[in-house]
Nanobody
Framework: QVKLEESGGRLVQTGDSLTLSCVAYASISMWSMGWFRQAPGKDREFVASLSRNGYRKNYAEFAEGRFTVSRDNAKNTVFLQMNSLKSDDTAVYFC???????????????????WGQGTQVTVSS
């Protein structure tokens, strides 16, 4: 388990860009990291993930071409850059650390064992 803290969420307009950050209070260099989101009344869904060395990345279909996930292992920080935001992107965004030290970039939330509290992103039209 590691403490994760997301930040950067706020109210934005349709078409705006926003970058979320996730700081870990311990080293994350050996673990894959992921971003998930949960909109009101909906299940938590996968957004993006990247392997521990950052070479392998996976995106949800809605995130392809608009979102970019990255990491700075020296700072124990993961980022989610979001462009061309839509009202459907309104949700609480969570970062998570994988349970196992693999080179994959998992999409399944069950493969993540540590979660942050989330940061609210609201996209107003």
């Amino acid at each position: 388990q590691v403490k994760l803290e997301e930040s950067g969420g706020r109210l934005v307009q349709t078409g705006d860009s926003l970058t979320l950050s996730c700081v870990a209070y311990a080293s994350i260099s050996m673990w894959s990291m992921g971003w998930f989101r949960q909109a009101p009344g909906k299940d938590r869904e996968f957004v993006a993930s990247l392997s521990r060395n950052g070479y392998r990345k996976n995106y949800a279909e809605f995130a392809e071409g608009r979102f970019t996930v990255s990491r700075d292992n020296a700072k124990n920080t993961v980022f989610l850059q979001m462009n061309s935001l839509k009202s459907d992107d309104t949700a609480v965004y969570f970062c998570a650390r994988a349970r196992l030290t693999t080179f994959n970039a998992p999409r399944d939330h069950a493969e993540y064992g540590s979660w942050g509290q989330g940061t609210q992103v609201t996209v107003s039209s």
